[in-house]
């Protein structure tokens, strides 16, 4: 076995995903939230954890996928960004795998959207694939998300 | 790097500081001998720790240095303007060379071989200077060759001693450099010369010959040197302890248990006191942006030819750490431009009668929950003309409106951007980016700046800025469920109409809601509307209720904004928004309430922006006083003055041609002549129907009635000075300012009206107020030639 590195992974609509365990802070359950109205719609609001202010992206609007189904609170997977703490909401929590850096490949070039952009690559688990988000993108909101993606 | 030379770089920074002070203290008063012992002991510190530390180039010019304050010191030499400028020159190459150590962990390449070379020069221009200077080579010698090492076994060995002997001092002693107190070690130093501490570390006699216990050490010594982001984070734990400081209080409430209500009380006091002290610790006084500015001044005094006295009081006024950020460069600036511009030199001043040295004078003080800076100088003052002149050939106003321009308005263009009256430029000032910049900066912080001036007295500027950014009075207000906190800065009062009141309290102008707040109209700005939280329609449920009226001020211009609930006021603290959320111009920050639940803050100017109370232009217009009168060039804006005319129609007209609103009494107004008239002011007023003049003019002058009202409601009259007399128009209602740039212009569709426009997305009539006042048959006898030059004039 070549070089492995660890990811936290959740589900998003059916799908796998992992951030890298490094950048995850911690992942709580529910916290009151404070709409900001008037802001992107993928900002979900700002929580209190403990004093901090965080930030709470709603990933699924990130991703341009549909919206969760009702009834089903999301799980904050709390990340450090470049910008401070940012809570992704997410379907539900996974395991924390560790996976062989040999598994990797870049995203399809038949991928596309928004969805493209904020995808490092894949790993290949034994039964399915695990989509690697790049953390730093998936927390940019508005105008920046779609520079990145110009270019 | 080494915490060891951290530190050392630390303590040196803060040594130069109090050098560059002192230098300019011992100019005024050059045979202090406490100061000359204070700066030669500052001196030595540095070059001893270089010594210990290994960085010989720092302190060979450190060691030049000293042997001429030695000198001084001893009273061989006398202090001259060279020697003080030779000195302060060696600070700064002591500063560049830290810089560089903190760069590259080496003291440079530079040895500064000129400067070293002017110190001695300057060391052997007294009589009897050989000697002594000899023994400064020798010491100098010994210290090039001594073994750093060496030294530093040594130092640290008798370190112990000295702990022991200075107690309190040890706190400040990072730098392993030795202090003693004993007060005849220092006569000691001084027969010894240029004998350096360090070296003389392993002597047996260390602990004296190392003296160093200056009264600045001795104030400090209790002090500890903490980072700044732990006190950033002690602050959020207090406010997190606050929090649930007062769950447990609601808890212990509901709870009929003595003992806890008894502690939770204790608990109450003891978390409002730590908040409180916590929050000390990140204010600063402002004398540490201050300390830098006697050698500023100094320095561009002297290059500019100008002897100034600067006199400064209130230093100790203390300000939250992230606004003393904010303001040292627009202080700075501040004080340069009155060096530069304010201060005349010396052969004006005397010729003006007054003293060869200006004085220039930084006050700080406390006002009303926020601290007043004042800057002021008592030169020749701002020269009205010159600047009206400038600003005509920038561009910045035309010559008519400079000439309308009262003195505070032309003052405050100086805080246009792109002005500069300086005739040349200069290195100090002159290249247009200046009090603007300062103005926006101070601004930014929710600051203000006003300038006052006298001619041949003096301009003094004044800086007014809040205590601190971190903790603010705010009025929470309820809206949708969701709390909001409003700046108490912003808000003026609160109006409270109880549901049958609401029908008569809200009038529509338009279909734009205004209120009567004490005769005057003021917009509504319902919040639920402008941040979009209705999702079920408009408010048409909430007719029957009574309403809530957050009454605030953006920039010059009031509004009133409706809100379902008007909770409290409190002490929030402000949280800035993440960058996520930055674009969002509505909210200033947001703050965690007694809930534990965040609360966004609502920034006034944002949401009079988005309601289009304001318009964006603002940042490029002028200061409050003086926005009615000119314009921006390059935006072409212009401020006019909207009035429902005959028939509701939207009027406007410049504001600037307008003198007053004045609200009549109808039983005020008589006739004289055929002229209906008002007494005013104690002349008479002539009246002119606004009406009847636009509507009525295909009547004959005869027939007109110029009887402006048959109701008995006050008049609304704009008064207009024309020609150098005041006339007044009458109209329906006088609806509110606005600026607009009034690009698109339509053809007047009747007489009387200069051109149609869209003002705020409605179709809105200009008047024509010469052709009008013609019509009107006002001054048709001696007036007439002058009316009809400006009719010329305003085609």
Known sequence: MGQTSQFCTFSLDQLLFGVDLQTVQEVIRELPMTPVPLAPTVVAGIMNLRGQLVTALNLRRQLDMAPGPAGVTPMNVVVRSQDGAVSLLVDQIGDVVEVDEASFERTPETLQGKIRTMILGVHKLDTRLLHVLDVEKACQVGEAVETAAAR | ?795
């Not at chain 2, 002090?223 to 609601?250: C, K, P, S, W």
């Not at chain 2, 808000?491 to 409270?496: A, G």
Request: some cysteine; charged content about 25%.
């Open chain 2, 1 to 795: 790097m080494d915490d060891i030379v951290k530190d050392f770089l630390i303590e040196s920074a803060e040594n130069l500081d109090r050098l560059d002070q002192e230098l300019v203290r011992l100019e005024t008063d050059p045979t202090s001998k406490d100061l000359l012992a204070s700066i030669f002991r500052t001196i030595h510190t540095i070059k001893g720790s270089c010594g210990f530390l290994g960085f010989a180039r720092l302190e060979k010019v450190a060691h030049v240095g000293e042997s001429l304050l030695s000198r001084l010191r001893d009273g061989d030499l006398d202090l001259t303007e060279d020697m003080t400028s030779g000195l302060l020159e060696m600070v700064d190459a002591v500063r560049h060379m830290l810089a560089d150590i903190q760069a590259t962990s080496e003291d440079g390449v530079n040895d500064y071989p000129e400067l070293q070379e002017r110190l001695k020069v300057l060391l052997q221009g007294g009589s009897g200077a050989q000697p002594a200077a000899k023994k400064g080579k020798a010491a100098k010698a010994a210290a090039d060759h001594a073994e750093p090492a060496g030294d530093s076994q040594g130092v640290q060995s008798s370190a112990p001693e000295v702990v022991i002997e200075v107690k309190a001092q040890a706190v400040v002693a990072q730098s392993p450099v030795l202090h003693a107190s004993a007060p005849q070690a220092r006569e000691k130093i001084a027969e010894q010369g240029n004998e350096v501490a360090a070296k003389s570390a392993p002597r047996p006699d260390a602990g004296q010959a190392s003296a160093s216990g200056t009264e600045a050490r001795e104030a400090v010594a209790d002090t500890v040197r903490i980072g700044v982001n732990l006190l950033d984070r002690l602050m959020n734990l207090v406010g997190e302890l606050v929090l649930a400081r007062n769950q447990l209080m609601q808890f212990s409430q509901r709870s009929s248990d003595g003992g806890l209500q008894m502690v939770s009380q204790r608990m109450n006091l003891i978390a409002a006191e730590l908040q409180e002290q916590v929050m000390k610790t990140r204010m600063q006084p402002i004398g540490n942006i201050w300390s830098k500015f006697p050698r500023t001044v100094r320095d561009l005094a002297h290059s500019c030819g100008k002897q100034i006295q600067l006199e400064m009081e209130g230093q100790d006024t203390e300000l939250d750490r992230t606004i003393i950020e904010a303001i040292k460069d627009p202080l700075t600036h501040l004080v340069r431009n009155s060096v530069d511009h304010g201060v005349e030199p010396p052969e004006a001043r005397e010729l003006a009668g007054k003293k060869a040295a200006g004085r220039l004078r930084l006050h700080a003080y406390h006002e009303g929950g926020q601290v007043n800076i004042e800057i002021s100088d008592d030169g020749a003052g701002l020269n009205v003309d010159r600047i009206r002149k400038k600003a005509i050939e920038r561009g910045l106003i035309t010559a008519e409106q400079a000439s309308r321009l009262a003195e505070v308005e032309v003052f405050n263009l100086i805080f246009l951007p792109g002005f500069s009256t300086a005739e040349t430029i200069t290195n100090v000032s002159g290249r247009g980016v200046g009090m603007d910049v300062v103005k926006t900066n101070v601004e930014k912080i929710g600051g203000m700046v006003d300038v006052t001036s006298k001619a041949g007295m003096g301009t003094t500027v004044r800086v007014k800025i809040p205590l601190t950014l971190a903790i603010i009075p705010a009025l929470i207000v309820t809206c949708r469920s969701e709390r909001f906190a409003i700046p108490q800065v912003g808000l003026t009062e609160l109006v409270r109409l109880e549901a049958d009141e609401v029908a008569k309290g809200i009038e529509m102008v338009h279909g734009v809601p205004v209120h009567r707040l004490r005769g005057r109209l003021l917009p509504l700005v319902y919040l639920s509307k402008e941040l979009q939280l209705d999702t079920d329609g408009p408010d048409s449920a909430r007719k029957d209720q009574a309403v809530n009226i957050a009454v605030l001020q953006a920039d010059d211009r009031r509004f009133g904004l409706v809100v379902d609930e008007i909770n409290d006021s409190e002490e929030i603290v402000v949280k800035p928004l993440r960058r996520q959320l930055k674009a969002v111009k509505t909210f200033a920050g947001s703050t965690i309430m007694g809930d534990g639940k965040v609360a966004l803050i609502l920034d006034v100017l944002g949401i009079a922006q988005r309601a289009s109370v304001v318009t964006e232009a603002r940042e490029h217009g002028l200061g409050e006083e003086d926005e009615g009168s000119s314009r921006d060039a390059a935006l072409e804006k212009r401020r006019y003055l909207l009035f429902e005319g005959p028939g509701g129609s939207r009027m406007a007209m410049p504001l600037d041609t307008l003198a007053r609103l004045e609200e009549l009494p109808a039983t005020d107004v008589e006739k004289a002549g055929k002229q209906w008239v008002a007494q005013y002011r104690g002349d008479i007023l002539p009246l002119i129907n606004l009406e009847f003049a636009l509507e009525e003019r295909r009547r004959t002058r005869s027939e007109v009635k110029l009887r402006p009202t048959e109701s008995e409601s006050p008049l609304q009259v704009l008064v207009c000075n024309h020609q150098g007399r005041s006339v007044g128009l009458v109209v329906e209602q006088i609806l509110d300012i606005i600026e607009d740039s009034a690009e698109m212009k339509y053809p007047a569709s009747r007489p009387g009206v200069l051109y149609s426009t869209v003002i705020n997305e409605r179709v809105t009539e200009l008047i024509d107020i010469p052709a009008i006042l013609h019509t009107a048959g006002f001054g048709a006898g001696d007036g007439k030639t002058a009316l009809a030059k400006s009719a010329e004039a305003a085609n």
